[in-house]
T-cell receptor
Framework: GENVEQHPSTLSVQEGDSAVIKCTYSDSASNYFPWYKQELGKRPQLIIDIRSNVGEKKDQRIAVTLNKTAKHFSLHITETQPEDSAVYFCAASSTGGYQKVTFGTGTKLQVIP | GAVVSQHPSWVICKSGTSVKIECRSLDFQATTMFWYRQFPKQSLMLMATSNEGSKATYEQGVEKDKFLINHASLTLSTLTVTSAHPEDSSFYIC????????????FGPGTRLTVL
């Protein structure tokens, strides 16, 4: 089955700096890669996603890159703000039959004011 | 649109009792629903996938006789934790996929289960 690794497990940045979270996946059949933000005790919220036919996608301060050959994908947050502090999960999914999503282990991001 | 609710939001029960958690898609038809379990400071672990009108598919290591899943309609799936024990205490989250959009998962708010 799919295995998704995520690094780092914790990340502290100064407000205004950039944050980068990296993930690798193992199943070459995976073709959909969402990123979720989860605040303590709340549901995961989709913040951005990318499909395997695209190398990069940007939405305001958030961008995701995908290297399908190396099976790497990364989340980039620029101009970080204290409200960006949360746990971020990457995930990988492959279509066909039903869409099983495998989550990474999570990164706790702390933005220091 | 695409709102998913869960009920209850939290529950405390005694060891040995059963607890039922409901997951509803409020404004769309959910052909597929997923149940996850999340222990403190850990990731979401998929327990099972439920398709309306058919038996749930359980992940390896998840006991289907302990975690009963019923997807009775296109808007409702239930998870029953039978004979709950303290080690079942966790945050249970469901998600639902809209018909025709099989990639995007809409998550419920989660249910905090505490077994005494």
């Amino acid at each position: 089955g799919e295995n998704v690794e995520q690094h780092p497990s914790t990340l502290s940045v100064q407000e205004g700096d950039s944050a980068v979270i990296k993930c690798t996946y193992s199943d070459s059949a995976s073709n959909y890669f969402p990123w979720y933000k989860q605040e303590l005790g709340k549901r995961p919220q989709l913040i951005i996603d990318i499909r395997s036919n695209v190398g990069e996608k940007k939405d305001q301060r958030i961008a995701v890159t995908l290297n399908k050959t190396a099976k790497h994908f990364s989340l980039h947050i620029t101009e970080t703000q204290p409200e960006d502090s949360a746990v971020y999960f990457c995930a990988a999914s492959s279509t066909g039959g039903y869409q099983k999503v495998t989550f990474g282990t999570g990164t706790k991001l702390q933005v220091i004011p | 649109g695409a709102v998913v609710s869960q009920h209850p939001s939290w529950v405390i029960c005694k060891s040995g009792t059963s607890v039922k958690i409901e997951c509803r898609s409020l404004d769309f038809q959910a052909t597929t629903m997923f149940w996850y379990r999340q222990f403190p400071k850990q990731s979401l672990m998929l327990m099972a996938t439920s398709n309306e009108g058919s038996k749930a598919t359980y992940e390896q290591g998840v006991e289907k006789d302990k975690f009963l899943i019923n997807h009775a309609s296109l808007t409702l799936s239930t998870l029953t934790v039978t004979s709950a024990h303290p080690e079942d205490s966790s945050f249970y989250i469901c998600s639902a996929c809209r018909r025709g959009d099989t990639d995007t998962q809409y998550f419920g708010p989660g249910t905090r289960l505490t077994v005494l």
